[in-house]
């Protein structure tokens, strides 16, 4: 069974885990937000990764780059990155869904997403945060609801006072 927990910080450097999932649009503007903590923290190792597969194959909407890693070459507190293509074209929940998938094909024991869609990109799918709360939720209730899963799903709500109350909540998380 998955366990779920709710944490306030920077998702590199909040909890220890084996990936850190994150969004990415198809072009390959990958600077700020997420993008940009990730690339303080660890340089553009991650970022690299992803753009050998745009550059190569092109990217699509919903598709999956896993980027290798390892925390002890930089200052993060992840291995890996899930990065997924979204040019909001897919429900919010339907990409949290495959990042959970993803993370349990690719055998790691822990994952943490940040509140995703928020920032600039509030407002372009979700009209608002509880919005983006409830479609997350969507994507997790999905993936726990085929079993067999024992994960650690971290949520990493940066500056979002009220979606920290929305997720505790809505989930029932364990703020940390």
């Not at 990409?95 to 600039?120: D, Q």
Request: hydrophobic share 40%; with cysteine.
């Amino acid at each position: 069974m998955s366990s779920f927990y709710l944490m306030k910080g920077d998702l590199t450097r909040t909890a220890s885990v084996d990936a850190i999932v994150t969004l990415i649009n198809s072009e390959g503007a990958w600077f700020g937000g997420v993008d940009g903590a990730i690339q303080r923290v660890a340089g553009g190792q991650y970022h690299a990764q992803a753009g050998e597969v745009l550059n190569s194959k092109g990217l699509r909407n919903g598709q999956v780059v896993v980027a290798k890693g390892n925390r002890g070459n930089h200052r993060g507190s992840f291995d890996d990155v899930i990065f997924v293509v979204d040019d909001l074209k897919s429900p919010l929940g339907e990409l949290v869904y495959t990042a959970c998938k993803t993370a349990k094909r690719e055998g790691y024991g822990s994952i943490a997403f940040p509140l995703m869609r928020t920032g600039v990109m509030l407002g372009a799918v979700e009209p608002d945060v509880k919005a983006v709360v409830k479609e997350m939720r969507k994507g997790f209730d999905r993936f726990t609801a085929e079993g067999q899963t024992d994960m650690e799903i971290y949520v990493v709500v940066y500056a979002e006072p009220e979606a920290v109350k929305m997720l505790s909540a809505s989930m029932k998380l364990i703020e940390s």
